[in-house]
C-alpha cells in the first residue's frame, strides 16, 4: 500500500483525485494520506485540494451508489465485510440522512456506506447533498486548516483527532435530537389539529 500512495504523491493533484474517486467504491488508499502532504507542500493550493477532494470523493460515491442499485442487498454482502453490513443497514435504513453524514467523516469505509446506500434506494439528490457535506467536513475542512495553520494543522489533527471526532458527533446528535423533537411535536400538532 506504501507503494501505491508514494506513486500517487508523485502524481500530484492527479494522484489524489484518483484516491478520492476510488476510495469512495472499491479501494482501501485514504484521500488523506495524499490531501495533507500535497496540501503542506503547496500550502496556498490547500483549499483547493481539500475542494477537489471533496468534489471527487462523492463522484466516486454515485459510482458505489449506482453499483449498489445494480447488485442489491445480497450481493453488497458479498462485498462488504459482514461486521460492517447489518450495523450500516440498520443505520441507514432507519435515518438515512445522519446515516450518511456521519459514515463520510467516519473510520467506516464511505464505499460501504455509498454501496448500502444503492442497494436501499435511498434518495439519490439527497445521497449526493448529505455525501458532499461530509465529505466536505473531512476533506475540505483538512485543506482550510492547512491554508491558515500550515504544519501546526497537522499537529491538530494529530493531537486532537479523538477529541474533535467526538465533539462533531455531539453535536450531531444534539442537532439531531432537536430536529427529532421539532418533528415530532409537528406530527404531534397535525393530529390534534385533525381531531
Known amino acids: 500500500m506504501d507503494a501505491i500512495v508514494e506513486i500517487l504523491l508523485e502524481w500530484g493533484l492527479t ?5 478520492a474517486f476510488t476510495e469512495s467504491f472499491i479501494s482501501p488508499v485514504l484521500p488523506d494520506l495524499l490531501l495533507i502532504p500535497l496540501a503542506l507542500t503547496h500550502p496556498q493550493n490547500a483549499i483547493y485540494y481539500g475542494l477537489a477532494a471533496t468534489v471527487v470523493s462523492v ?23 459482514a461486521r460492517y453490513i447489518d450495523k450500516i443497514y440498520g443505520v441507514v435504513k432507519e435515518n438515512a ?4 453524514f456521519l459514515a463520510s467523516l467516519s473510520p467506516i469505509p ?11 434506494k435511498i434518495n439519490l439528490p439527497l445521497f449526493l447533498l448529505i455525501s458532499f457535506l461530509g465529505r466536505g467536513k473531512r476533506f475540505l475542512l483538512e485543506g482550510i486548516l492547512i491554508f491558515y ?5 497537522v499537529e491538530m489533527f494529530t493531537q486532537h483527532k479523538d477529541d474533535l471526532l467526538i465533539i462533531s458527533l ?5 442537532v439531531g435530537l432537536i430536529a427529532y423533537v421539532i418533528k415530532k411535536s409537528r406530527k404531534t400538532e397535525t393530529v390534534a389539529d385533525k381531531l
Open 149 to 153: 495553520f500550515g504544519p501546526q494543522a
Open 59 to 81: 463522484m466516486g460515491g454515485l459510482i458505489g451508489y449506482v453499483l449498489g442499485l445494480k447488485i442489491g442487498l445480497p450481493a453488497a454482502r458479498r462485498f462488504i465485510p
Open 170 to 174: 455531539i453535536l450531531i446528535t444534539v
Open 15 to 19: 494522484g489524489l483525485l484518483i484516491a
Open 97 to 100: 440522512l445522519w446515516a450518511i
Open 110 to 120: 464511505y464505499k460501504f456506506i455509498s454501496i448500502t446506500a444503492g442497494a436501499l
